[in-house]
């Protein structure tokens, strides 16, 4: 529970306005997918949130005006199609987007891009979005620290982790798994379910949920 | 100030006769509020390019009239009531929604409309 209030603090913060608008809480909302995976919907004049894989009722509500989640939609399209030209339209679509990790932990060594997974509806009907965490590389035997929600930690040596979908079961809230190369290829060294992971961390761990101390910088989902 | 709108002929004609309606809902759907979203003439098009809704449009609902850009001279004053903190004129979106300036873009419509292209798409 402490954990899902710090979640909906952070994603309140995203969403307070700054002299960035629309295309600074686009910016921000992207970073978040190296801690969080969430969905957000708009619905009867109410923005929704929640973190994926957990219950409908432990979604929050967002107070901000339906015109700025919907260009908000619109700007996450734009930099779908700038990355990857005509993958998306402006009403719908998935891809991926390579996020830069936040520009003070630039000069931190190890902190790599990340690339996270979005799909979007964005008509005048429906509005929806949503989140995960797919790629990041962070160079061969590099160490990452998974926090489990039992509170253990494990620690795994590899050069990437990656989001694993369960094709399989369109429920399940999937996997992560690290790689590790071996000769000419790369083979899955751990696999967590991301419903029982708080944070997999690359480098030294520090508490994602507390903020000031940690952040983005170290922590990798 | 120069203003474009991508969207399809049957519904550029309408917005011209009538004004934007905020509440306009497409076939099949119920009433929203969703404003009126306008793009400077010089960008920067950091929401998509008018051109490319006005196609995604045309595509949706091709019995439309095809794609056209709505080319709008708007006074600079009004353009500033729509003006917010989530959109400053440097990203290039004019959003003009209730409360934030479409009041009073709809009080001179007429002014506009009567200025006002429609600029075909092939």
Redesign the interface.
């Known amino acids: 529970m402490i954990h899902s209030n710090i979640f909906a603090d952070r994603v309140q913060v995203v969403f307070r306005?700054?002299?960035r608008?629309?295309?600074g809480?686009v910016d921000d909302l992207l970073g978040l997918c190296r801690l969080y995976q969430l969905r957000i919907n708009f619905r009867d004049?109410r923005c929704c949130v929640r973190h994926l894989g957990a219950d409908a009722q432990e979604s929050f509500e967002i107070p901000v005006?339906?015109?700025?989640f919907?260009?908000a939609l619109?700007?996450t399209?734009?930099i779908c199609?700038e990355q990857h030209p005509e993958s998306v339209?402006?009403?719908r679509g998935e891809g991926t987007i390579a996020v830069l990790p936040p520009v003070s932990s630039c000069s931190e060594k190890g902190v790599a891009p990340s690339t996270c997974y979005v799909s979007f509806i964005n008509?005048?009907?429906d509005q929806h979005f949503e989140m995960r965490f797919s790629t990041i590389s962070a160079g061969d035997r590099n160490r990452f620290t998974v926090l489990l929600r039992d509170k253990r930690t494990v620690t795994v040596f590899g050069h990437a982790l990656k989001y694993v979908e369960n094709a399989a079961n369109t429920t399940d809230c999937g996997s992560y798994g690290i790689l590790s190369r071996t000769g000419g290829g790369e083979v899955l060294v751990a696999l967590f379910r991301a419903s029982e992971v708080i944070g997999v961390f690359s480098g030294d761990m520090t508490d994602p949920d507390a903020p000031g101390l940690a952040g983005p910088s170290t922590s990798a989902v | 100030m120069i203003l474009l709108h991508g969207t399809t002929r049957q519904r550029a004609e309408r917005i011209l006769a009538l004004g934007p309606d905020p509440r306009f809902c497409e076939p099949g759907e119920q009433a929203t509020e969703n404003g009126f979203s306008t793009y400077l003439d010089h960008g920067p098009f950091l929401f998509g390019d008018p051109d490319e809704y006005a196609h995604g449009k045309a595509r949706e609902f091709p019995d439309e009239g095809g794609p056209v850009i709505l080319v709008l001279q708007v006074p600079d004053a009004i353009v500033q009531k729509a003006i917010t903190e989530w959109f400053p004129l440097s990203q290039g979106l004019v959003q003009f929604d209730l409360g934030s300036g479409l009041e009073e873009l709809l009080a001179v419509w007429s002014q506009i409309a009567s200025s006002a292209l429609i600029r075909s798409l092939t």
């Open positions: 306005p700054t002299e608008g629309v295309v809480l004049d005006p339906k015109s700025v919907r260009a619109a700007r399209a734009a199609n339209t402006p009403y008509t005048p009907r």
